[in-house]
C-alpha cells in the first residue's frame, strides 16, 4: 500500500535506530505496491479528493510514457519523478523532472535524461542502496535477446553514472521484474528478481524462479539466491512483501496467473520458506494484481487480491489474517466493479483508514475505507472527471504530508497528476 511520511499502517515493525529508520522510511515512500501514511496535520476528512493538476504541474512529455516513479533526485524534501517514455521507433529513456518545491515539474535542464546502456527497458525503480539520502536506479533491459540489470548510481545532484569496476551479478534469463526491499532485515535495500518462466544459464527451468542479491550496505550485491529461495514453480506474476506472521520480519506474497498463490515466511536472516500448506486458500481465476493492509484495525497485514475470469463469477477476494500469517477468505459487495487490473491501497484522507483505487477496463474506482472490512464507493465525489487511468504511482508531490497521484492514461498513454486536497 503506498506508503506516506509518517508513521505506517502496516502493522507490527521491529525496533530500529534513528538512521536505520530514516532509510526504511525513505524507502517505502515509493513503491507500486504497500499501504499508507498517516496525516501530518489535522484535515477535514470528509472533505478529501482528488483534483487534475496536470496542465499546471507537468510540462509537456514527449514519447509514450509506459511507467513512473516518485523519487529523491536531488536533496530538497521534494520528491521529483523519474519516467520511462518510449517514442515512435520503439527506442525507450529515462526522463527526469524536478520538483519545482511544490509548485510544479520541470525536465532537468542539465540532465535531462538518464545514460543506460543499449537496449530495451523492461523494467525500473529506485531506492537509496549507498546511504547518501538520493535515490538510485536498479534496471532491467534487454538487448540481443537477453535480459541484463545494472545499478545506476546518483551523485546527489541527479546525475547517474555506472561505478568504475563495479561488479553485478547476472541475472537470470526470464527474470524481467524486480522488488527493492530489506530481506535479511540490516536496514539496507536488497534485490528480489522474478519474472514468470525464469531459467538457468543453459535453458532449464531454475529451481526457485527468483533471485535474491543481497547488499551489503554500500550498494554491492552478492547473490545468494540458492542459500535463501525455496524451489518454486513457474509463473510468478507479483511479489507483495510485508511482515504475515507477526513477527516484524517481510516476509512475501507471491502470486500466480492459475490461482495457486504462495506465501513465504522469512526466518529474520533472509530465508525464506514454504508456508503456504495450511494458511493460504487457492482461488481459482487469473491474478491481475494484489495490495495489502491492515482492514479491521487488528495489527495485522490483510490482503485485496484482484482477478479475472473467475469460475465465481467475482472479479476479487480479501484474505484475512489471524495475526500468525494464516489466511482466510472474505467478500464484500462494495467492490465489485468487473475485471480490475490493479488495486492500490492507500490513507487517502490521513484518518488511519486504508482506501482503495481500483482500475478497471479503464475506469478508475474510488472506495473508501470505512473500517471494520467496510468500504463506500466514492468514485463521483472523489475523484476528476478524467480518470481513465492505467497504472499509477503515489508520492508526496508538495510536502503536506498527503500522497498524490500520478497516472497514465489509458487511452493516450499520457501523464496525469492528481493532486490531493481537503478544501
Not at 511520511?5 to 517505502?28: D, N, R, V, W
Not at 512529455?61 to 521507433?89: Q, T
Not at 515539474?105 to 546502456?117: D, G, M, Q, S
Not at 489466511?327 to 459487495?333: G, N, Q, S, V, Y
Request: some cysteine; aromatic content about 10%.
Amino acid at each position: 500500500m503506498p506508503k506516506q511520511i509518517t508513521q505506517s499502517m502496516h502493522g507490527k515493525a521491529g525496533p530500529m535506530g534513528f538512521a536505520a529508520a530514516l532509510i526504511i522510511l525513505s524507502t517505502l515512500v515509493l513503491t507500486f505496491s504497500g499501504c499508507s501514511k498517516k496525516q501530518l496535520m489535522s484535515k477535514n476528512a470528509n472533505r478529501q479528493h482528488f483534483v487534475d493538476a496536470t496542465s499546471r504541474y507537468l510540462p509537456q512529455i514527449p514519447g509514450i510514457v509506459r511507467r513512473a516513479i516518485f523519487a529523491r533526485v536531488d536533496k530538497d524534501p521534494f520528491r521529483d519523478l523519474i519516467i520511462h517514455v518510449s517514442g515512435k521507433g520503439g527506442e525507450s529513456r529515462l526522463l527526469l523532472l524536478l520538483n519545482k518545491k511544490g509548485i510544479g515539474f520541470e525536465i532537468n535542464k542539465e540532465n535531462k535524461t538518464v545514460r543506460t546502456a543499449k537496449g530495451e527497458i523492461l523494467f525500473f525503480d529506485s531506492g537509496d542502496f549507498n546511504g547518501d539520502y538520493t535515490d538510485d536506479i536498479v534496471l532491467i533491459q534487454k538487448a540481443g535477446g537477453k535480459n541484463f540489470v545494472s545499478i545506476l548510481f546518483n551523485n546527489k545532484k541527479g546525475y547517474y553514472y555506472k561505478k568504475v569496476d563495479y561488479f553485478l551479478p547476472e541475472i537470470l534469463p526470464g527474470i524481467d521484474r524486480v522488488q527493492l526491499v530489506d530481506i535479511d532485515h540490516d536496514h539496507d535495500l536488497d534485490l528480489f528478481f522474478y519474472g514468470e518462466k525464469v531459467l538457468t544459464p543453459d535453458g532449464r527451468l531454475d529451481r526457485s524462479q527468483s533471485q535474491a542479491f543481497i547488499n551489503n550496505g554500500e550498494g554491492e550485491f552478492q547473490n545468494l539466491s540458492s542459500i535463501l529461495l525455496p524451489e518454486l514453480p513457474p509463473g510468478i506474476t507479483g511479489a507483495y512483501f510485508a511482515d504475515y506472521d507477526g513477527d516484524g520480519i517481510r516476509d512475501v506474497f507471491l502470486t500466480y496467473g492459475n490461482g495457486e498463490n504462495l506465501l513465504l515466511f522469512n526466518n529474520s536472516l533472509g530465508k525464506f520458506k514454504d508456508s503456504t500448506p495450511g494458511n493460504l486458500p487457492r482461488v481459482d481465476g487469473e491474478i491481475t494484481h494484489a495490495d495489502w493492509a491492515d482492514f479491521d484495525g487488528d495489527g495485522d497485514n490483510d490482503m485485496l487480491v484482484m482477478f479475472r475470469r473467475p469460475q465465481s463469477g467475482k472479479t476479487y477476494y480479501f484474505l484475512e489474517n489471524n495475526g500468525k500469517g494464516r489466511f482466510t477468505r472474505r467478500e464484500h459487495d462494495s467492490l465489485a466493479v468487473g475485471n480490475a487490473s490493479r488495486v492500490y491501497l492507500l490513507d487517502a484522507n490521513g484518518n488511519g483508514i486504508p482506501d482503495a483505487l481500483i482500475l478497471s477496463e479503464g475506469q478508475t474506482h474510488y472506495l473508501q475505507g470505512k473500517g471494520k472490512w467496510k468500504f463506500s464507493v466514492e468514485t463521483v465525489r472523489r475523484l476528476p472527471r478524467s480518470r481513465q487511468v492505467k497504472e499509477m504511482a503515489f508520492g508526496d508531490m508538495n510536502d503536506d504530508g498527503y500522497l498524490d497521484v500520478f497516472g497514465i492514461d489509458s487511452k493516450d498513454h499520457k501523464a496525469r497528476l492528481w493532486l490531493n486536497r481537503f478544501k
